[in-house]
Each structure stands twice: as C-alpha cells, then as structure tokens.
C-alpha cells in the first residue's frame, strides 16, 4: 500500500489525536527496537533519547504530546513490519501548526505564497514542474514518491497482497471492526492504548466541536470577523458567513467552488463522468492572475483577524480551520 508523505493540513489540524499521520504506508529498512544494539536508550513509553537509531525516527525535542505520539507511531509500525519480515520507513509526520504558515498563520509567508499562486487553483497549471504549485505534475510526483512507495512497486501482485495484509487498514465499521488492523493496530495499541480508533475519532470530534463553539464565542474574534466582512464587501466580495471558524476559509471556497472543469492540471469529469480535457497554461494564465488578485484582498482584509485567530486556533484546533 501506497500513501502519500504529505498529509492534508485540514486533518492533520483537526484530528491529531487519531491515525491522520498513518500518511507513508509502505516500506524501508527498519529495525526493531526489541532488538536493536544501537548505542541508544529508549524511555519507558518507547520514545528514543538520543539520536543514532537505524531505521527509527528521531523525535524532536520542542514536538507536542500529540506530534510526539506521532512519531512513535511510525516507529512501532517499523518495527513490527521488520518482525513480519518486510522493510519499512518512517516517515516523520508534519507538525499541523507547520501546516498552515502559507495559509494565513504567518502573514508574509503566506503573502509570499499566494502573490505567485493565489488560492492555488490555477498554479499547477501554469507552473507545472514548480512542486510548491498545488496540483503541479511535480507535486503529485514529489507527494506520491517515499521509500515505501518504491519498495512496494518492486513487489510481486503475490507479495504486495501480504505485505499489505502485514501492514493493515483502516477499520471498516460495515464488518463491524472498530481497530486497525495488522501492524497499524498493533503499533496504535502499543503507543494509544486500549481506546479503539473509533472511541478516539469520537472523542476528537467531541473536542474539536467544543473548540468551535469557543472560538466562534470569542468576544474580540467575533469583532474582528465583523471588521473582515466588511472589508470584504467593500471590495466586492460576496459574504456567506461571519463566524470565525468559516470567515477565514469562505472567499477561498466560493473560488474553488467556481473553478471551471479542468482545472489544477487534471482532467475533470462532467456531470455524466465524462472525462473533460484539463485547461492549458495559456488558458489558465489569465484565471490565475485573477486568482491571486482575489486571494491578496482576501489576505489584506483578513490581516488582523488572522493575527488574533491563529494563536488560539493552533492552541484547540478544530475539524476545519477556517482562517486560511
């Protein structure tokens, strides 16, 4: 099984007590912590103290509870896919707070980013080999490429199906099963404990739908998303909501929501799933410079609602975000 290294901010920011980070299924050279002779020491709870481990991922020092539960995670994968005889590495998960810098967290990060690409509809087109453009063909490629992934393209169809059966999967709740399965449930067990994946992904929505409400209660955010909007209708800008956790997100939406077919640099499907030919850069090149003029209002007007919103928002993330 292949999955991509890059994991998708929107769940990393909303669900980082889960499995969001199982993102770079596949294989390496992993070794098995039970076994290894390597000059490190291991704590109790299996975190690694010191650097010099092969195969195994060192954690940062400054990574939260959950970013460190994380990476314990793909180490315990690792080394029960060695046990079962396959390679396997780690890949190191992306911190959910790093996750949104260019998307409104850091002001002239994301001023930078989006005066070249704008909301990122259009820039895979028109930059194609560009792997910081979204939906370029050097992204796609750069996100679907690990060791793991290259490991399994060597294997045989026979080989392949018990390396994934040795991996495992998501729980399918229809058979009624609420763990994963193979080393993701053995590695989840060791680092979360007892609770199912399913009791923590009800409990994780439970507290990011508390967060909301706190956000959304929020007496000087609630000012701040009024001062927004407006600024935004100035410009001309169509407003569908006023709370915090959606202003952020809204004019960027109502722009993907309007992308004609074919864009980011993939052959849509038409209402009947007929294939649709993908724009051309020359035919994408006008409708990215609207783009980006839109995403720097956009920007602009949000400015000082996002330097207020972002620090309690990376502090209690909830299921969406809703300040990009």
Request: glycine letters at 12%; proline letters at 6%.
């Amino acid at each position: 099984m292949t999955r991509s290294r890059t994991v998708r901010r929107l769940a990393a920011a909303a669900a980082v007590s889960l499995l969001p980070l199982l993102a770079a299924c596949g294989a390496g050279t992993g070794t098995d912590t039970d076994t290894d002779t390597g000059s490190e020491s291991h704590a109790s709870n299996g975190e690694k103290t010191t650097d010099g481990s092969s195969g195994q991922l060192d954690i940062p020092a400054d990574a939260n509870a959950d970013l460190k539960k994380q990476y314990l995670l793909e180490n315990a994968i690792a080394a029960c896919m060695n046990k079962q005889g396959f390679p396997y590495t780690p890949v190191a998960p992306e911190d959910p707070a790093a996750s949104w810098t260019t998307d409104g967290a850091d002001y002239e990060l994301t001023k930078k980013y989006r005066q070249k690409y704008g909301f990122g509809i259009y820039a895979g087109i028109v930059y194609p080999g560009d792997a910081g453009a979204p939906g370029s063909a050097a992204a796609r490629q750069d996100s679907d490429r690990t060791p793991n992934a290259d490991y399994v393209d060597t294997l045989t169809p026979g080989q392949k199906a018990a390396y994934d059966e040795a991996l495992g999967a998501f729980p399918d709740p229809k058979a009624g099963e609420k763990n994963w399965t193979g080393c993701l449930g053995e590695a989840d067990k060791k680092v979360y404990g007892s609770a199912s994946a399913r009791e923590r992904g009800t409990a994780t929505t439970n507290r990011n739908q508390a967060n909301a409400q706190a956000l959304n209660g929020d007496p000087k955010l609630v000012a701040l998303a009024q001062s927004y909007a407006s600024c935004l209708r100035k410009e001309g800008i169509s407003v569908t909501t006023t709370q915090p956790t959606g202003i952020g997100e809204m004019v960027k939406l109502q722009a993907f929501e309007s992308t004609p077919a074919g864009a980011g640099g993939v052959s849509a499907a038409d209402g009947s799933g007929n294939a649709q030919e993908s724009l051309s850069k020359e035919e994408a090149l006008p409708l990215l410079t609207r783009d980006i003029e839109l995403a720097m209002r956009d920007l602009e007007c949000g400015k000082e609602f996002r330097a207020a919103y972002f620090p309690k928002f990376l502090k209690a993330p909830t299921s969406g975000g809703g300040a990009g």
